[in-house]
T-cell receptor, first 111, second 115 residues
Framework: TQLLEQSPQFLSIQEGENLTVYCNSS?????LQWYRQEPGEGPVLLVT?????EVKKLKRLTFQFGDARKDSSLHITAAQPGDTGLYLC???????????FGDGTTLTVKP | DAGVIQSPRHEVTEMGQEVTLRCKPI?????LFWYRQTMMRGLELLIY????????DSGMPEDRFSAKMPNASFSTLKIQPSEPRDSAVYFC?????????????FGSGTQLSVL
């Protein structure tokens, strides 16, 4: 069974701090997505990465796809309370035909 | 765009009752997905449709669950009979072109509580 693991499970930081959350698998992804989910709402797509070593930036968020396409990270610079939410990665393994979601990292940014 | 619309937002029912969840996907999207989210199991894909046809229902937990898509603008997920372990948030999502490497647009979910 292929597993997709996210870490840490919970993260609580002060406004202005930097943070990194991770998404790992023992198998190669053909593509990987990051979503953010706020309480009472559905997940919203932040980014899709498909190429090993790829780096994408979205304002204060930096997404990196590992060279071997087995892992990914999301780095947030100068976190703000509005960044609070559940960060989910969703990966598609080769020939799976569909994506699998990780359990997510719950981020709390305190003012 | 109105986005993916789900109803009801909250449903409280008693064990053994039938529950029907409803979803209207974004117009023009060919794929529709039903997910279930719990603390224990995270976000799980139950079933997805392409052009109103069920493609993969391997995530449907058991025969008590059924999903239909009678037309391109409407889908239902039915649980009959419902059990307390079915309590979860059920999300509907739609996408333009496929089940992976595509942007999924999620609805706001239905919070189901089975007492």
């Amino acid at each position: 069974t292929q597993l997709l693991e996210q870490s840490p499970q919970f993260l609580s930081i002060q406004e202005g701090e930097n943070l990194t959350v991770y998404c790992n698998s023992s198998s190669v992804f053909s593509s990987l997505q990051w979503y953010r989910q706020e309480p009472g709402e559905g997940p919203v797509l932040l980014v899709t990465v498909v190429t090993g070593g790829e780096v994408k930036k979205l304002k204060r968020l930096t997404f990196q796809f590992g060279d071997a396409r087995k892992d990914s990270s999301l780095h947030i610079t100068a976190a703000q309370p509005g960044d609070t939410g559940l960060y989910l990665c969703a990966g598609e393994w080769a020939n799976a035909g569909k994506s699998t979601f990780g359990d997510g990292t719950t981020l709390t940014v305190k003012p | 765009d109105a986005g993916v619309i789900q109803s009801p937002r909250h449903e409280v029912t008693e064990m053994g009752q039938e529950v029907t969840l409803r979803c209207k996907p974004i117009s023009g999207h060919d794929y529709l997905f039903w997910y279930r989210q719990t603390m224990m199991r995270g976000l799980e894909l139950l079933i997805y449709f392409n052009n109103n046809v069920p493609i993969d229902d391997s995530g449907m937990p058991e025969d008590r669950f059924s999903a239909k898509m009678p037309n391109a603008s409407f889908s239902t997920l039915k649980i009959q009979p419902s059990e307390p372990r079915d309590s979860a948030v059920y999300f509907c999502a739609s996408s333009l072109h496929g089940p992976s490497n595509e942007k999924l647009f999620f609805g706001s979910g239905t919070q189901l509580s089975v007492l």
